[in-house]
């Protein structure tokens, strides 16, 4: 990927979705918080079904177990918002991630930065901009961007009442 | 003041003021040629455009303008006639300045060279041609007919002239250009050295001047300086001395009488021009202002909650002290924002003198209530739906001449814009004395699109809205539109999107008045605070009719009927519970609120309403841009998101559900 072309190494924020550990890139991560209180927005995208109030500002809140078929689970003690701006059409945007758990920011060395490869995954690979190796683990980097372009944002409801409330709080 | 930014964005953003007060200036003087005072106005803005222009590199434009002004300079001095042709040129230029200001890269040069042949054919031999005098050198260049006489002119500037970058040595040199002159200094202005502040000017002058030239000439050395300083020009042949003219006079007073009669434009141009006392922020920094302001409310609708259930009086004083405040400040910071609708009418003298001349219709355009006061935001949203709706009056609405006159009306169309107050709205409308809208051609087309049942019953109102649908074609429409790919539904969605409403009223042969209700603010909004399931959300209290409670049959009747008769009215309801699924045991009495749009009602069933809520709108990002239902999300004072029902798209929900039109 072109981006990372010329860079050494990768500074990254991991965090944890269902057991399974993924790293975002840690200069979009703005700040994060403790779980708030949520509101939930009846007929929005599946995944986006959340509000939160982010220092004055309501941004929203998006489960990415969903976007990626996992199983949801209610909030932990461990469980965090992960506030990251998005690049929307052009506009940056904040959104706040769920994640299980958020465990450290950490450099990973370039050489280990793969192509995503095709089999062995368990979310759809154009969601993964690369793949790299810390420690003993191969963590995946999400394409942010891409999880919250257009054509992915799910359908909306159109307002209408027949798809049953996830429990993403 | 913008500060810090690149100083030719300081210059388009001034020029492009200053062309709109040029335009406006134009228009005046189209209207009455005569008013030497319009032509004064016209060639300062050009002179000013042209001054800073080549200041800033923008060569092109001052080369450009420099032939203008010098057309108007020709104007000025009496030697051509001006003329409505003169001003519609002096327009078209006007828009050559500005592409080449903003878009110089697809500014065309031969548009402005056919501009220019235009204002040589019609300044004729008198020398627009590039070689034309700058205005500061004209004295020397004029004709030497007259004697010569001696003049004694007192001038003083004020003290801050240097700050604002005048040289009054640069004054000085000008009148010893114009002849033989003897220069004394007056010094008795100078205060202690001790209290002298350098980069200020106390000196005065005083200087005789012996020359050929007219007084105007004289004049004409302080045209740009004239409105703040005192001057005093008196012949010492005369025996009895021209009465002193000081700084109060307005500028070119003396060298034209007829400006005593001067036209209101031309003076609010020129002050305009001043500056006015007042400064320019960036929008942005409003909007920022007003997001912290929101926040500050917000913080202290908790401190008061807080302040409520503590015993301590001080800190409860104190809470109070800061409600108080904190809605002083709300308050005053969205009086910041808001500006008067006359910029935006404005802008539609042009559109009307453009549109009557390419359609040969003869239209006049008044209007009314132009200090009505606008959220920024709304005035600038609110311009394509104006322009929409004026073109549409004068395209469609207005007879041409002929067929006016046989009607027995005047050949002259009028358009009228108006704006005020009602509650907390501001009511736009637009009227014309045109032919009306014909409701038969209407309801064919309704019908045959299939927006309204055939035969169905139906108030001229509803039938008029039936026009904002995106079904309706606007091909052979009474509306047509020209083919200019907006239609009326578009009109529609940015009222809806400002929180606005629009209604037509039409009479055959009399004219249309189409009215648009707009909210004062799209900052703040009063609201009705209601729970449904565990959830809790805002219902904008001016749509809000009534809260009744629902019926327990009604309430067990979940999939009969979804209507309440209220006095006699059957009101269509929506279970909101049902529509936003909320998994909690409901209210043992559920209530409804009763709102209304567009002269429609629903009722929405809650279980609880809560109370009335002041609410700082904040609007949702991209990702949720495809919910409907709700316009925008507020924080209440604990902290938590609350969203805002978008009552238009409810409302219509609700009708849907109707099965068919009933008669009420």
């Known amino acids: 990927m072109a981006i ?99 465990h450290e920011v950490t450099e990973m060395n370039a050489e280990v930065l793969e192509d995503t490869p095709r089999l062995g995954m368990r979310w759809r690979p154009e969601f993964i901009r690369c793949i790299g190796k810390h420690g003993g683990d191969f963590i995946a980097v999400l394409d942010i961007d891409r999880v919250f372009e257009e054509g992915d944002r799910g359908t909306v409801a159109g307002g209408t009442s027949s798809v049953p409330a996830q429990d993403a709080a | 003041m913008t500060g810090g930014g690149d100083p030719t964005d300081t210059f388009r953003q001034e020029a492009q003021e200053l062309l709109e007060q040029l335009e406006q200036i134009l228009l005046d003087l189209a209207r009455s040629p005569e008013n030497a005072e319009l032509v004064d106005s016209t060639f300062r803005a050009l002179h000013t455009i042209k001054g800073s222009g080549s200041m800033f590199g923008f060569d092109a434009v001052a080369g450009f303008t420099h032939h203008v002004e010098s057309a108007f300079d020709l104007v000025r001095k009496g030697k051509v006639a001006m003329t409505a042709a003169l001003a519609d040129i002096a327009l078209a230029g006007k828009d050559h300045i500005r592409n080449l200001i903003e878009r110089p890269e697809s500014a065309d040069p031969a548009t402005g060279q056919a501009i220019l042949a235009r204002l040589e054919a019609t300044v004729g031999g008198h020398g627009a041609a590039p070689a034309g005098p700058k205005p500061t ?239 920024k935001t709304v005035i600038e949203r609110l311009n394509d739906p104006l322009v929409h709706l004026i073109r549409n009056s004068i395209d469609h609405g207005l007879e041409p001449p002929e067929q006016r006159t046989a009607a027995g009306k005047t050949a002259q169309g009028h358009i009228h814009l108006s704006a005020r107050h009602t509650g907390d709205k501001v009511l736009i409308s637009i009227t014309d004395d045109g032919k009306g809208l014909d409701r038969a051609r209407i309801r064919t087309r309704a019908e045959e699109n299939g927006l309204i049942a055939p035969g169905a019953e139906m108030s001229d109102s509803e039938l008029f809205q039936v026009i904002f649908q995106p079904g309706f074609s606007t091909a052979q429409a009474v509306t047509n539109l020209s083919g200019r790919g907006v239609g009326m539904d578009v009109v529609k969605r940015t009222l809806d999107a400002l929180r606005g409403s629009i209604d037509i009223a039409s009479t055959t042969g009399k004219g249309t008045e189409i009215t648009l209700r707009l909210p004062l603010t799209l900052a703040i909004i009063d609201g009705l605070l209601v729970r449904i399931g565990q959830g809790r959300y805002v219902i904008p209290l001016s749509a809000v009719e009534e809260c009744v409670e629902l019926p327990p ?50 009722g929405l069933v809650v279980d609880q309403v809560i109370g009335d809520h002041q609410t700082v709108i904040k609007s949702l990002s991209k990702l949720h841009a495809g919910v409907g239902t709700f316009s925008g999300a507020t924080i209440l004072g604990d902290g938590t998101v609350a969203l805002i029902l978008e009552i238009a798209h409810l409302v219509a929900r609700g009708q849907r559900e109707r099965p068919m039109k009933l008669a009420s």
């Open chain 1, 4 to 102: 990372w072309q010329g860079k050494r190494s990768l500074e990254v924020l991991t965090l944890t979705l269902q057991g399974e550990k993924f790293a975002l890139e840690a200069g979009r991560v703005q700040e994060i918080l403790d779980l708030v209180n949520v509101t939930e927005v009846p007929g929005g995208p599946a995944f986006l079904n959340g509000l939160v109030n982010v220092r004055g500002k309501v941004v929203p809140l998006a489960d990415l177990r969903l976007k990626f078929e996992m199983a949801s689970t209610p909030p932990t003690i461990d469980t965090r918002i992960v506030v990251i701006n998005v690049l929307l059409d052009g506009e940056t945007t904040t959104v706040g991630l769920l994640a299980d758990k958020v």
């Open chain 2, 137 to 375: 050198e004209a004295g020397p260049v004029a004709a030497p007919t007259a004697p010569t006489s001696k003049w004694r002119v007192q001038f003083r500037l004020p003290v801050d002239a240097l700050a604002t970058g005048t040289n009054p040595l640069l004054l000085v040199d000008e009148l010893r250009a114009l002849g033989k002159a003897v220069v004394t200094p007056l010094l008795d202005k100078i205060p202690p050295l001790e209290a002298l502040n350098a980069t200020e000017c106390h000196i005065g002058w005083d200087i005789e001047v012996e020359t050929d030239k007219p007084k105007s000439a004289i004049e004409d050395v302080f045209l740009f300086v004239m409105d703040e300083m005192e001057l005093k020009i008196e012949p010492l042949d005369a025996p009895v001395p021209v009465a002193a003219q000081t700084a109060a006079a307005p500028a070119p007073a003396q060298a034209a009488p007829k400006a005593a009669t001067a036209a209101q434009p031309a003076k609010t141009a020129t002050e305009a021009l001043k500056g006015g006392g007042s400064i320019r922020v960036p929008a942005e920094r409003l909007d920022n202002l007003m997001d912290r302001v929101g926040e500050l409310v917000i913080a202290q609708s908790r401190l008061k909650q807080i302040a409520a259930a503590s015993q301590d009086s001080e800190f409860k004083s104190i809470s109070e002290e800061i409600e108080r405040l904190a809605l002083e400040l709300r308050d005053t910071t969205m009086g910041v924002r808001m500006v008067p609708i006359a910029q935006l009418f404005g802008r539609f003298r042009r559109l009307v003198h453009d549109l009557a001349v390419e359609l040969g219709k003869e239209i006049t355009l008044t209007t009314s209530g132009e200090e009505t006061e606008l959220d």
């Open chain 2, 553 to 602: 049959v009604q309430e067990n009747r979940a999939n009969g009927s979804n209507f309440l008769n209220i006095r006699g009215d059957l009101v269509p309801f929506l279970r909101l519970r049902e529509m936003f699924n909320a998994m909690t045991p409901p209210d043992k009495y559920q209530k409804v609120v009763v709102v209304s749009s567009n002269d429609m009602r629903v």
